[in-house]
């Protein structure tokens, strides 16, 4: 919610600067058009004439001036606007340490004040069963799946080479495997729906449940720990979601005078675990 206000905020703000430039160029030539107006009406016509000849056109200048006046108030606006999304974003980002240690009352209280309305827009999508060792695994230990690339798989492969097993079930290289094994993981998908490029399942996963019983899965897990990593898939799917809150003065870090018009409202629309945000 708070990146999408903040990017409506910013595009908005473009907005009013650019009414403001443009209102400028405006006055500035309404003043010049005023000013030849005056000079020729001296010259060929009598004061009151001349008086007479540019009261439209001042009209027309005061009319401008008072649209750029407008222009300036929601610039000022805007900007404040700017400064309530950058707060709640920073706020945002608090959230997400600090949350997870809240309490359930806590908890409550933060979405009393969001004022949040949750509707299910369909179905709830069923469960892909996976092997539970597998995710079990990340999960017990918090972790996520590590990217294997040239470089992780360098700081494994020893590991793998140290405990090779030259058979007709080892034909599949282990790099392979491993990359089957953490796809499977990321994914939640069956060992039989995994891509064929990887190999038959069979084999997947005798080197697989071989390789958890050696104790050789956890080591090669263990010396990938601090590398680059994807999250696990959410064990149970989440149905799409219509979320709907509005922003509480009180969760802002800075309270701005008018507390009142700090409030915003988005949709957040869930397909599936994707969400996309609509602020008004």
């Not at 903040?6 to 650019?18: K, N, P, R, S, W």
């Not at 008086?51 to 649209?67: F, G, H, I, M």
């Not at 899965?217 to 720990?225: G, H, I, N, S, W």
């Not at 064990?235 to 800075?254: A, C, Q, S, T």
Request: net charge negative; charged share 30%; aromatic share 4%.
């Amino acid at each position: 919610m708070a990146m999408d206000w903040l990017d409506m905020a910013t595009g908005q703000q473009g907005d009013h600067a650019q009414r403001v430039a443009e209102l400028d160029q405006k006055i500035e030539a309404q003043d010049e058009a005023i000013t030849n107006m005056m000079i020729v009406a001296a010259k060929s016509w009598s004061p009151q004439a001349a008086a007479k000849a540019t009261k439209a056109l001042e009209d027309e200048r005061e009319e401008l001036v008072k649209l750029r006046e407008e222009a300036l108030a929601w610039q000022a606006e805007g900007e404040l606007a700017q400064q309530r999304a950058h707060d709640l974003q920073a706020l945002a980002e608090v959230a997400k340490t600090r949350m997870k240690d809240m309490t359930a009352a806590e908890k409550a209280e933060v979405c009393d004040l969001l004022d949040l309305k949750v509707t299910l827009a369909g179905p709830v999508p069923k469960k892909v069963r996976a092997d539970d060792t597998l995710t079990a695994w990340f999960h017990s230990r918090d972790r996520g799946v590590p990217v294997l690339d040239d470089s992780t798989w360098a700081l494994v492969e020893p590991l793998f080479t140290a405990s090779e097993r030259r058979s007709r079930a080892d034909r599949i290289p282990h790099r392979q495997v491993l990359e089957a094994v953490l796809t499977k993981a990321r994914t939640g998908v069956t060992w039989k729906e995994l891509p064929e490029r990887y190999g038959k399942t069979a084999g997947l996963t005798t080197r697989y449940q071989r390789w958890v019983a050696s104790g050789l899965f956890e080591q090669a897990m263990d010396a990938l720990a601090e590398c680059e990593s994807t999250p696990l898939p959410d064990l149970y799917p989440l149905p799409p979601l219509l979320v709907e809150g509005k922003i509480d003065p009180r969760l802002l870090i800075r309270v701005p005078e008018a507390p009142e018009q700090t409030v915003t409202r988005a949709r957040v629309t869930s397909q599936g675990n994707s969400y996309a945000a609509v602020s008004r």
